[in-house]
C-alpha cells in the first residue's frame, strides 16, 4: 500500500493534495480543477495502470458529523469519489474531488473510462453534480420530469410530491405528500469507547 | 421514390424478455439495431437513502431485495464493510458457512439465468429443469434462515444461526400419498450438510444434462455465437466484471484475486473465454456451475469435521443469546441497546467488494461516527453492463437484443437501487 502510495505521489507530482491510507484502502484527494489530467495518469501510467473505473459516486457532507456537538465539516458540501481498479497490479485506489456551490460542476472522465457514463448521469440525478463535457447528462434513475435531487441531505425520505390516479380528471396527478415523516431511531454519535 | 427513413421502437418495460422493467427506446433502421437507448429506473426504491435513515443491522434485509436472484452474495458484501469499520471479523466458521451460501447462491443465480436466456432464445424446457434444481438449494435456504429468497442470514460478526441438524420433511396430503412422501424424503433424513451433499453428487450430472441440450444446439449457437462481442481492453473500459469480463477473455475473479471469507482455502478453477461473444460467456457460466459445486463440496467436508461459535462474541455487535438475556442484566441492557439504537461505528470510509454471480458488487459507506451510516454507496454489476447495451447491440438485428439482455443477466433490483 506505502509504495503504491509512493507512485502515485510520484506520478501525480502537484496534483495530489492529500492522501490517508485507511482499512487498507488508499484514498488521494484531488483537485476538482485536476480531476481529468489527475485521471488521465492514473489510467495510462504503466506503473499504476487503473484502467478500470469501478464505481463513481457522490456525497453530499452537509450533514456530516452534524449530531457531534462542536464538530463543523470544513471541505466543500460535495465530494465525488471515484474507485479505481488496475486489473495488470490488482490494486484499488479512491480519488476524492470535493466541490462546492447549488449547481457544483466537475469535468467528466467519460473520455478516459466509457464506463462512467451512466455513473456520471446517476451522481448528476440523485446529487445535481454537472460533469462538463458529458455527452449525455439526462436523470437516470428518477422519474420522468422529476424535480430535484433527492439523494441531498436536505431532500426529505419521503419525497415532496406523490402520484395518484384521480377518478375525477380521469388521469395520473401529483399532489403534496400526505406521509407524516417519522424517526424510529434516533440518530446519535457516541464517543469513543462510549458503554465500555 | 418513397423516402427510407429510421424509426424508434418502444420495447417493454411489460415485456416478458425486459428481465423485469427495462425500457428500451430502439432507433432502428429496418431490423438493425442504429442506437439502444435504456430507460432504468422503474424500480427505484432509494435504498442506499434508506440505509442512511437505519441502524446498519436493520439494512441488511434491503440487500437481499437488490439483486433478489443472488440475495447473501449482496449481503456478504455489505456486511463485510460494516465489519471492517468496526474492526470485528466473523469467526472461521461463520465465514465457511458464507462461503457455501455465496456458491449456492451463484448456482441459484446462473439456474435462473440460464432458465431465462434460453427461455428468451426459444427453449421452453431449460427452464422447467433449472426451476427443479433451484428447489432445493432453496429449501437449503430455508433451512437456515426461514425464508426461500430474502434470507438476512449473514449477520455483521457472523451468521445468525448455526446450520440446523435436521431437514423439514414433506408430510403426506391429499396430493402425495405415504409412499411419495417417503421418496421425497428420502435426503432429508439427515441434516443440512447431508441434504447438500446429495444435491451436490446430482447436480454434475443436471448440468451435463443441461449441456446436452444446448452446448451443441444448432438454434442456440446460431442465436449465441458472434453476438454482443466485447474485447478483453473495452470490456475493462467500460467496468464489466465477472462472467462478463472472464467471457472476453481475462482472467479476473475477486474469489480468487482479492479473497474474502474462506476463499482462500478452496481449491477451484477460473473458466474464462475466448471469443468475448454470448456463446463463451454462457460456457463460462455452465464452468462456474461446476466450480461453485466442487466449492459446496469443500465447504461441506470442512464443516462436518470443525465446529465452534458462528458469530463474534461482542454483544455490542451481535445479540446475546436467549437464555443468557433472561437471567443476565448485562446481556439483557446489550440486547435492548443494540436492537433500540444499535452500535456506532467509527468515523471512516471503506469499499468492501465481493464477486457476486453477475460479477463486482461493492459497497461504498462512509461512516461519520453514528449508529447509522452517513453515505451508502451499493455498485451493482448490472448497472455498468447494461451501460454497455447500446454499443453491444450496435448492428445488430432485434432478436438479437433480446439474446444480449439474456446475456448480460440483467435484474433491475440491483441496477433501479
Known amino acids: ?196 | 421514390m418513397a423516402e427510407i427513413r429510421n424509426y424508434t421502437m418502444n420495447f417493454g418495460p411489460q415485456h416478458p424478455a425486459a428481465h423485469g422493467v427495462l425500457r428500451l427506446v430502439l432507433e432502428m433502421d429496418g431490423e438493425i439495431i442504429e442506437r439502444a437507448d435504456p430507460h432504468i429506473g422503474l424500480l427505484h426504491r432509494g435504498t442506499e437513502k434508506l440505509a442512511e435513515t437505519k441502524p446498519y443491522n436493520q439494512s441488511i434485509g434491503y440487500m437481499d431485495r437488490l439483486d433478489y436472484v443472488s440475495m447473501m452474495c449482496s449481503e456478504h458484501a455489505y456486511v463485510r464493510a460494516v465489519e471492517s469499520l468496526l474492526g470485528i471479523e466473523a469467526p472461521e466458521r461463520a465465514q465457511y458457512i458464507r462461503t457455501m451460501f455465496d456458491e449456492i447462491t451463484r448456482i441459484l443465480n446462473h439456474l435462473l439465468w440460464i432458465g431465462a436466456h434460453a427461455l428468451d432464445v426459444g427453449a421452453m424446457t431449460m427452464f422447467l429443469y433449472a426451476f427443479r434444481e433451484r428447489e432445493d438449494l432453496m429449501d437449503a435456504y430455508e433451512a437456515v434462515s426461514g425464508a426461500r429468497l430474502h434470507a438476512t442470514y449473514y449477520r455483521v460478526g457472523g451468521v445468525m444461526l448455526d446450520l440446523p441438524d435436521s431437514m423439514p420433511q414433506y408430510q403426506p396430503s391429499k396430493w402425495h400419498n405415504e409412499k411419495d412422501t417417503k421418496r421425497m424424503n428420502e435426503n432429508r433424513e439427515g441434516d443440512l450438510l447431508d441434504f447438500l451433499e446429495d444435491f451436490t453428487n446430482r447436480f454434475p450430472g443436471y448440468v451435463d444434462d443441461y449441456e446436452t441440450l444446448l452446448t451443441d444446439n444448432r438454434i442456440w449457437k446460431q442465436r449465441l455465437v458472434d453476438i454482443g462481442v466485447v474485447s478483453p481492453e473495452r470490456a475493462i473500459e467500460l467496468g464489466f466484471t465477472g462472467p462478463m469480463l472472464r467471457g472476453s477473455g481475462i482472467e479476473w475473479d475477486l474469489r480468487r484475486k482479492q479473497p474474502y471469507a474462506a476463499y482462500d482455502n478452496m481449491d477451484f478453477q477460473i473458466p474464462v473465454g475466448v471469443n468475448g461473444d454470448s456463446y463463451d460467456r454462457y460456457l463460462v457460466r455452465m464452468a462456474e456451475m461446476r466450480q461453485s459445486n466442487e466449492i459446496i463440496r469443500q465447504c461441506i467436508d470442512w464443516l462436518r469435521v470443525n465446529h465452534g461459535p458462528v458469530k463474534v462474541d461482542n454483544h455490542k455487535v451481535t445479540a446475546p443469546s436467549r437464555t443468557d438475556m433472561k437471567e443476565n442484566m448485562e446481556s439483557m441492557i446489550h440486547h435492548f441497546k443494540l436492537f433500540t439504537e444499535g452500535y456506532c461505528a467509527p468515523r471512516g470510509e471503506v469499499y468492501s467488494a465481493v464477486e457476486a454471480p453477475k460479477g463486482e458488487f461493492g459497497v461504498y459507506m462512509i461512516s461519520d461516527g453514528a449508529n447509522k451510516p452517513y453515505r451508502v454507496k451499493l455498485r451493482a454489476p448490472g448497472f455498468a453492463h447494461l451501460a454497455a447495451l447500446d454499443e453491444m447491440s450496435r448492428g445488430h438485428m432485434l432478436a438479437d437484443v433480446v439474446a444480449i439482455i439474456g446475456t448480460q443477466d440483467i435484474v433491475f433490483g440491483e441496477i433501479d437501487r
Not at chain 1, 484499488?92 to 455513473?119: H, T
Not at chain 1, 419525497?159 to 400526505?178: A, L, N
Open chain 1, 1 to 196: 500500500m506505502k509504495d503504491l502510495l509512493d507512485r502515485v505521489v510520484q506520478v501525480l507530482g502537484d496534483k495530489l493534495v492529500d492522501s490517508t491510507i485507511s482499512l487498507g484502502e488508499l484514498s488521494i484527494e484531488v483537485t476538482p480543477d485536476k480531476i481529468v489530467a489527475a485521471c488521465e495518469s492514473l489510467s495510462s501510467h504503466d506503473d499504476l495502470a487503473f484502467t478500470q473505473l469501478t464505481d463513481l459516486c457522490g456525497v453530499d457532507y452537509s450533514a456530516y458529523g452534524a449530531e457531534k456537538p462542536g464538530f463543523h465539516w470544513r471541505k466543500p458540501r460535495y465530494a465525488v469519489v471515484y474507485h479505481l481498479l488496475s486489473v495488470k497490479h490488482n490494486q484499488r485506489i479512491r480519488v476524492k474531488s470535493f466541490i462546492n456551490g447549488d449547481m457544483p460542476k466537475i469535468d467528466s472522465v467519460v473520455g478516459i473510462w466509457a464506463g462512467a457514463d451512466w455513473f456520471e448521469r446517476e451522481a448528476f440525478d440523485l446529487f445535481g453534480i454537472i460533469f462538463d463535457g458529458h455527452p449525455d447528462l439526462r436523470r437516470i434513475l428518477t422519474d420522468y420530469g422529476f424535480i430535484g435531487h433527492p439523494f441531498r441531505k436536505d431532500f426529505p425520505i419521503s419525497g415532496h410530491v406523490e402520484m395518484r390516479y384521480d377518478p375525477e380528471q380521469k388521469r395520473v396527478i401529483y399532489q403534496p405528500v400526505s406521509i407524516e415523516p417519522r424517526i424510529l431511531v434516533p440518530r446519535v454519535i457516541r464517543e469513543d469507547g462510549f458503554g465500555g
